[in-house]
Nanobody, 115 residues
Framework: QVQLVESGGGLVQAGGSLRLSCAAS????????MGWYRQAPGKQRELVAV???????NYADSVKGRFTISRDNAKNMVYLQMNSLKPEDTAVYYC?????????WGQGTQVTVSS
């Protein structure tokens, strides 16, 4: 059973930066896609960014040029560097892993951006 544990959320002023980390454990399966999703109050969960085990990335239009996803396969970690944060980035951010159709979620970490 894969477990995902996020860290790095918090409160930051608009224009600031945060780095989220996600530690994966419980599986040595190496062909996967890892990513970050977010859910704001009253809204559906949405994709923020994903990265394949080979390093290919995809971003939501709303975060392109501001957020960067990366991973360390040796450490089973995925990161989300968030720069130029905006109040509309406020949400619970969830780590996600997809092992060829088996989907796992972390418990989420709150990111709050004040104006």
């Amino acid at each position: 059973q894969v477990q995902l544990v996020e860290s790095g959320g918090g409160l930051v002023q608009a224009g600031g930066s945060l780095r989220l980390s996600c530690a994966a454990s419980g599986s040595s399966f190496r062909i996967n896609v890892m990513g970050w999703y977010r859910q704001a109050p009253g809204k559906q969960r949405e994709l923020v960014a994903v990265i394949t085990s080979g390093g290919s990335t995809n971003y939501a239009d709303s975060v392109k040029g501001r957020f960067t996803i990366s991973r360390d396969n040796a450490k089973n970690m995925v990161y989300l560097q968030m720069n130029s944060l905006k109040p509309e980035d406020t949400a619970v951010y969830y780590c996600n892993r997809n092992d060829l159709g088996m989907v796992y979620w972390g418990q989420g970490t709150q990111v709050t951006v004040s104006s």
